[in-house]
C-alpha cells in the first residue's frame, strides 16, 4: 500500500518582489507543501504594492484559499527604503497585468501568524516559517507572542550573508533594511529554543534560469507564463543571459534540504558600526581552542548557515513546479516525514 504523502506545514512572509514572487510560485503549488498562510511587510516595494503582487501571484495559482495578512509598513527603528531600481515601480516587474481584486485578511499579519501557529500547537503540528523580507513582523511575533514557539518547527528565513553585502559592501538588503529586527529574531529564536537556518547571498544567487527557459515558461501562461516573465524581466533589467530565481531557493531548502551544504555557526548582526551596519557576523572560527582574548565570546545564536547550493538542482525544482511537473525526486523522503532542520554540522550538496 502506498503510504499517504505528509505535507510540511510552511508559512511564508514576504515584500513581494521579483524573487519574492518565483518563492510564492513554489510554495503555493508544490505538492510536498501545505502553504497555510501569507503575510506581508515593507521592503523590496511599499506594503500596499506587497500585498497585491502577492495577492496576484496566488490568483494566477488559484491560490485563493491561502490567507494573506498587511503587517509593518516600517522598520522597527530604520526610515523606510524599497528596492523598487530592482523590482520595477510596482515591485513585481511592471509586467502590466492585472491586479488581484480581492481584500487581504483583515487581521494584522501579526495576529494571522500567531493563529497559524497556535492552530497547529493544538493540532500536533508544527509548521515551517519562511521570512523572505525584512524580519520586522516576525520580530513582533516572537517577543509578543512567544507561545507561538511550540508550533514552529524551525525559521528558514533568506537574509544576511557570511560573505558579501548587496545593499551595502557589509549587509544584505533584507538584513540592511531592518537590522534590529534580525537582531531580536535570533535572540528571541535563541531563548525560545526555535531552530533557524539562513539562505543568504552566499547561496541566493547560484540556482539560475536562462532567458530561453524562461521565455518557454512565458509561453505556457498560467503560473508557469507568470514565472517565465518574472525571469525574462530579470534578464532584460540586469543585461543577462540567466536571472536568479533568488527568494525561491529558500522554499527549494525546504522541500529538498539536502541540494544545500550548510555549517551551524555562531552569528550577530552589526547594529552600529558605521559602514558595517546591518551585516551578518558569521563566525567561521574554530571555537575549541583558546579565544579568552576575544572580550565579546562567543555569539549568543547559533544557526544553520547555507555556504554552497546545488544551483541547477534547485533551478530545476522551480522550473519543474511551475510548469506544473514538480520532480519528486527531489522530495522523497517527504511522502514518509516532514523534512529535518537544515543541517546538524556539517552537510554536503
Known amino acids: 500500500m502506498t503510504q499517504p504523502v505528509r505535507r510540511t506545514p510552511v508559512v511564508l512572509d514576504v515584500d513581494t518582489g521579483v524573487d519574492d514572487a518565483c518563492a510564492l510560485l513554489l510554495a503555493a503549488l508544490h505538492p510536498a507543501l501545505d502553504l497555510r498562510a501569507v503575510t506581508c511587510v515593507g521592503g523590496n516595494a511599499p506594503l500596499a504594492d506587497v500585498v497585491a503582487n502577492t495577492l496576484t501571484v496566488l490568483d494566477v495559482c488559484e491560490r485563493q484559499d491561502v490567507p494573506v495578512a498587511a503587517g509593518a509598513a516600517l522598520p522597527l527603528l530604520e526610515p523606510p527604503g524599497d528596492a523598487r531600481h530592482v523590482h520595477g515601480q510596482d515591485g513585481m516587474g511592471d509586467l502590466g497585468r492585472a491586479r488581484s481584486t480581492r481584500r487581504p485578511d483583515p487581521r494584522h499579519a501579526v495576529e494571522l501568524l500567531r493563529d497559524v501557529l497556535l492552530d497547529a500547537v493544538e493540532r500536533g503540528e508544527r509548521v515551517t516559517l519562511v521570512p523572505l523580507a525584512p524580519l520586522t513582523n516576525v520580530a513582533l511575533l516572537l517577543r509578543t507572542y512567544p507561545a507561538v514557539a511550540a508550533g514552529l518547527e524551525r525559521i528558514v528565513f533568506m537574509g544576511g550573508a557570511a560573505e558579501v553585502g548587496n545593499a551595502t559592501a557589509s549587509a544584505e538588503f533584507n538584513v540592511f533594511h531592518d537590522p534590529e529586527a534580525a537582531a531580536v529574531v535570533l535572540d528571541a529564536a535563541t531563548d525560545l529554543g526555535i531552530e533557524v537556518a539562513m539562505y ?47 527568494d525561491a531557493g529558500a522554499v527549494c531548502a525546504v522541500v529538498d534540504p539536502d541540494g544545500l551544504r550548510s555549517r551551524r555557526l555562531p552569528i550577530r548582526v552589526e547594529l552600529a558600526g558605521t559602514w558595517s551596519r546591518g551585516r551578518t557576523i558569521v563566525d567561521r572560527r574554530d571555537w575549541s581552542g583558546d579565544l579568552a582574548h576575544d572580550p565579546h565570546g562567543q555569539a549568543p545564536a547559533s544557526i544553520d548557515v547555507a555556504l554552497g547550493v546545488d544551483g541547477e538542482r534547485y533551478a530545476r525544482l522551480w522550473r519543474e513546479t511551475v510548469r506544473g511537473r514538480p520532480d519528486d525526486r527531489a522530495g522523497e523522503d517527504l511522502r514518509a516525514r516532514v523534512a529535518p532542520p537544515l543541517s546538524r554540522g556539517v552537510t554536503t550538496t
Open 200 to 246: 543568504g547571498l552566499d547561496v541566493f544567487y547560484g540556482p539560475q534560469v536562462t532567458r530561453e527557459e524562461g521565455q518557454e515558461l512565458a509561453a505556457l501562461g498560467g503560473p508557469a507564463g507568470l514565472a517565465g516573465e518574472l525571469v525574462v524581466f530579470q534578464c532584460d533589467r540586469f543585461e543577462r543571459p540567466s536571472a536568479t530565481i533568488g
